[in-house]
């Protein structure tokens, strides 16, 4: 093909091309935001308590059930996950605490209410079992049932 049917041809396929290449991409996008009918979006807070007390005690499994039942159920009685883990963070001190750790997911609607109650549990758990802190993260999801 001579060079000038060559740089004509080239030409005509950016014409053909879109012009948007993330095109595809969105309307992919679009066709699954649909899929589930029940997605709706929701606050997901993980709250992270360790499990050792000052002087080398450590919270029994007897009494994190106990605070579990008594405090953190009650306040989110629709379903909440809890994890073992095990995690290391630099204490008030300066010196890296080593120890297990229980995560706590919840899934809400937000509210004052609920935002509420999460504070009460960290406070809690905090005086009970003498902790420095709690950890808490928090994001907003998208969830489907």
Do not use: H
Not at 7 to 19: D, K, Q, R, Y
């Amino acid at each position: 093909m001579p060079k000038s049917l060559n740089g004509l041809f080239l030409a005509s396929l950016l014409f053909l091309a879109p012009a948007d290449p993330n095109r595809s991409i969105r309307a992919q996008e679009l066709e699954t935001q649909g899929a589930y009918s029940d997605e709706s979006i929701l606050t997901k807070d993980e709250l992270y308590f360790g499990m050792s007390k000052p002087e080398g005690k450590i919270v029994s499994e007897a009494e994190w059930q106990r605070f579990l039942n008594c405090v953190i159920t009650p306040r989110f009685k629709e379903g909440l996950t809890v994890l073992n883990a095990y995690g290391q963070y630099l204490n008030r001190s300066g010196q890296l605490a080593q120890e297990q750790t229980k995560i706590v997911i919840l899934l809400y609607e937000n509210s004052p209410d609920k935002n509420k109650a999460i504070e009460e549990i960290i406070s809690l758990y905090k005086q009970t079992f003498q902790q420095e802190s709690v950890l808490r993260t928090t994001s907003r999801v998208k969830v489907s049932f």
